[in-house]
Every structure is written in C-alpha cells, then in structure tokens.
C-alpha cells in the first residue's frame, strides 16, 4: 500500500510489513529526516539514538538535545562488549519498557541497536532510521537482530520487528562507493530470487542512472521482502531464500575476521558462485551467467576471492551457519533467474561441487 504520513512531502512512499508478530509501515522519501522528526520522537516517548561515529560526524545537527550513544563504525562493534555498554548506557538514563531505541546508521547500527531494544527490559520500542542503501533495502526490514561471536557472525540474535522504518534517500548522498556497491548486492539478489524484471532492470541501467530510480529501487526491495516476511517472519522456510549468497557470503567474511571483505562484497561472491553452479548443472544459460557477472561488475562488487587457495578454509566457516542441521546445511540456488530451490550439502560435497565448476569453463 501507499500513502502520506504527517511530516513528509506529498510523494512519500508508504508500504507496510504484516508480521504475525507486528503490523508497521516503511515510508520511503528524499530529504524528509530532519530534527524535527527527532523531536517528535522524544515528544511520544523517552528515546536514546544509537548510531556510529562515521554517521554523527555527518548529521550531528540532527541529534540536538537529543541522548545518543555512539558506537565505533565496522562489524567489530557488533560484539557482546558493545552490547553491554549500550545495555548500561539506558539503564544511566532510566529508559523503561514505554521508551525506544533509535538506530541511526547501517546494517552493524540496525542489527545491534535492534538486539539492544530485544533484550532490554524484555523489549522495548524500536525505530530503524537506514542510511546505507544495504540497510534501506534489506536489514532495516524483518526484524532479523543480531550481534556476532568468535565463531561467527549474527550467531546471537533474535527476531524483533520495529516499530517504524523511515527511509530518506538524501542520505545516500554522503555513502562511500564502497558502501553503495554493497546495497546493490543486495538489490540484484532480490532481482535474482523473485523479480527477473527487476534484475533486468539493473542488467540495462547505466551505473549513473540509479539516483533516478532509486526510490522505486528500494520500494521494490522492501515491498519483495514486506510479502516473504509476513509468510514466514522467523525464517523456517520462504524466508530462507532472503539468504541466497549470504552462507557463502558469511563465511568469506568471518574467514578474513571481517576486514577482507564488506558484507555486500561477500554476498556477491557467494551469489557468483551460486550463479555458476546453476551453469554447471545447466539451470541457467551461458547467457544468464554472463549477465550475473556483468551487473556485478557494474555496481564494482568481485566475483570471487583473491587467493582461490583459501576455499577449502572458507567454506569450512558454512559448518557454523544458523541454518545447519547437524552436518547438513542448505543454500539456496538458483532455477533460473528470478526463481530458487533449497539444497542441502554436506562440506565435503560442497567442496566437491567447488572443484567441478573451477575446472569447467565458464564464461
């Protein structure tokens, strides 16, 4: 559905997320998110902002007068320390469970920030306000929350709807072009597990040209991951195609400890090699294959990693994926571009699996 709401131009774009748990509405517009929408908030309730320094450096002006906790920028504040911090940091400030959290920032800030407000009191309000396009299309909607371990990432979390999600493109004018290749990872594998006019949509768009459309871009996304999450919000079974690259994609970066490789960086060298062995087992052309790597090529994300000797090691991370089954874990592949199955392996015959389409000739 679409709509208007108090506070944003006549253009925003509105749809809402039925969970069985929440039902609560994703407005989407450009340069809407000002101080006055931070005041409001704290006129309804007491709230504390978690965001992280990178962020507060660009949009303090926003957070006036309002209690906010900052975190270091990177995946390696996801951790139980931070956790605690922030944990004690509300406890200073008397929030009760008729207060909120705020999380202003990325992926790392939304999940984090939205484990706090899980945990805190049993569960108190929640608001995800994304500014990286990764967070605006994906991990600010569904209400996965979640910090990491040693073993590997989001291995401590829940699920935990928000309240609101509130998306101003404006601040995509400030994300690196790192940082905005890794949204589009996640843009294409929603045009690669549901949506083939969307993917074909990134295949002919010239790279320039996504600040035209990106309202509708993130619409889309959202509105793709809005219908999965309302069938199955705690991941038991549709849900799980949200997770095509993302086994792969997690492995490669909890081997590098996080600093190898960005999370969108990750997920497309786990779609690629997904994409190749559709190839492999003739399930996609040598034509869809070809054009999976050229638009990953477009948005500047790798199709692999740098040393092709590390794979076996890599792969040995998917044994501690959420998702495993005793020595079974399942990835989702593709059927063809726009739909997927759930597989299960083995890490021996996914190992096998690897060497068969290293030595098959691809594109």
Not at 18 to 33: C, F, L, R, V
Not at 52 to 81: P, Q, R, T
Not at 143 to 166: E, L, M, S
Not at 337 to 363: C, D
Request: glycine share 8%.
């Amino acid at each position: 559905m679409k709509g208007k709401i108090m506070g944003t131009h006549d253009d925003a774009q509105i749809l809402y997320v039925d969970a069985p748990s929440k039902q609560y509405a994703i407005t989407i517009n450009h340069d809407w998110i000002d101080h006055a929408l931070f005041k409001r908030l704290t006129e309804e309730r007491r709230i504390v902002v978690i965001t992280d320094e990178n962020v507060h450096a660009l949009y303090a002006d926003l957070l006036e007068g309002i209690d906010v906790f900052i975190i270091k920028a990177g995946e390696a504040s996801k951790c139980l320390s931070v956790y605690g911090q922030i944990q004690t940091y509300l406890i200073e400030k008397n929030l009760t469970r008729t207060d909120a959290v705020v999380a202003l920032g990325g992926g790392v800030v939304g999940d984090l920030a939205g484990y706090v407000a899980a945990t805190y009191m049993r569960g108190i309000g929640f608001i995800q306000i994304p500014t990286s396009l990764l967070a605006m299309v994906d991990s600010s909607v569904g209400g996965k929350v979640a910090i990491n371990h040693g073993v590997g990432k989001n291995i401590i979390g829940t699920f935990y709807q928000p309240d609101a999600v509130y998306i101003d493109t404006a601040f995509l004018k400030t994300l690196p072009d790192k940082e905005r290749s890794c949204g589009f990872a996640e843009v294409i594998k929603y045009g690669l597990i549901s949506d083939r006019a969307l993917f074909d949509q990134l295949t002919h768009m010239e790279a320039p040209k996504w600040q035209e459309r990106i309202k509708d871009i993130i619409y889309r996304c959202c509105e793709i991951k809005a219908e999965i999450v309302s069938k199955d919000e705690e991941d038991k079974g549709l849900r799980q195609i949200l997770n095509f690259g993302h086994t792969i994609g997690h492995a490669v970066e909890s081997y590098y400890h996080y600093s190898g490789y960005a999370h969108g960086e990750g997920v497309a060298i786990g779609m690629y090699m997904k994409a190749k062995m559709a190839y492999a087992t003739k399930k996609i052309s040598k034509e869809d294959l070809k054009a999976v790597e050229v638009v990953l090529k477009k948005f500047n994300l790798p199709l692999q990693i740098r040393e092709m000797s590390d794979w076996p090691r890599v792969l040995k991370e998917v044994i501690h994926d959420k998702k495993a089954e005793g020595k079974m874990f399942r990835l989702i592949e593709l059927v063809r571009i726009g739909e997927t199955e759930m597989v299960s392996y083995t890490y021996e015959t996914l190992l096998e699996r690897l060497g068969e389409i290293e030595n098959k000739e691809m594109v």
